[in-house]
């Protein structure tokens, strides 16, 4: 069955530090890929996203990921981060064999001290 | 307006109640989703309205009966939950549910069955 693997449950970082995310799926086809913010008490919103082209993308608030097709990962970036980022973080696929259902990773919550 | 709004925002009901939670979106998409969250978890899509025609069921239970009655509008039916149904339900949408789409999420009702 198709997954998303998020490996870090909890990563807990002090300001100004910078951030990776991993994020592995397993589909050997076409995938579109995402990442996905919920910061405490609001919805969910959309950090970044990859369909094709360029594979390094860049979204909102200095976020950043690069697709790599060989190794199944879209890994999350950020150079530096600042408390404000303290959120849950979603990986997610959409498998385009079937367009309108997302495969969200586990999430990976991360805590940011000031 | 970019926005996907939910009421109730909170919902306490009983075993026997009836109740129905209510999406709306005025962003002119015609894909709507409903997905279920546990704490700490991440959301499960449940159901997908495509152009007001469900096209997506997560064999969910019968106890949860979704209705699209116009393309801004997405009910969720509660009838007869189980304690386990507790959980942050949570409404998106999108242009029209094609993989090369960001899905807009609302704020979510938050559900607790005593």
């Known amino acids: 069955a198709q997954s998303v693997s998020q490996h870090n449950h909890h990563v807990i970082l002090s300001e100004a530090a910078s951030l990776e995310l991993g994020c592995n799926y397993s589909y050997g086809g076409t995938v579109n890929l995402f990442w996905y913010v919920q910061y405490p008490g609001q919805h969910l919103q959309l950090l970044l996203k990859y369909f094709s082209g360029d594979p390094l993308v860049k979204g909102i608030k200095g976020f950043e990921a690069e697709f790599i097709k060989s190794k199944f990962s879209f890994n999350l970036r950020k150079p530096s981060v600042q408390w404000s980022d303290t959120a849950e973080y979603f990986c997610a696929v959409i498998l385009y064999s079937s367009a309108s259902k997302i495969i969200f990773g586990s999430g990976t919550r991360l805590s940011i001290r000031p | 307006d970019t926005e996907v709004t939910q009421t109730p925002k909170h919902l306490v009901m009983g075993m026997t109640n009836k109740k129905s939670l209510k999406c709306e979106q005025h962003?002119?998409?015609?894909?709507m989703y409903w997905y279920k969250q546990k704490a700490k978890k991440p959301p499960e899509l449940m159901f997908v309205?495509?152009?007001?025609?469900?096209?997506i069921n997560e064999s969910v239970p019968s106890r949860f009966s979704p209705e699209c009655p116009n393309s801004s509008l997405l009910n969720l039916h509660l009838h007869a939950l189980q304690p386990e149904d507790s959980a942050l339900y949570l409404c998106?949408?999108?242009?029209?549910?094609?993989?090369?789409?960001?899905?807009?999420f609302g704020p979510g009702t938050r559900l607790t069955v005593t």
């Open positions: 309205y495509s152009y007001e025609k469900l096209s």
């Open positions: 998106a949408s999108s242009q029209t549910g094609t993989g090369e789409e960001e899905q807009y």
């Open positions: 962003m002119g998409h015609r894909a």
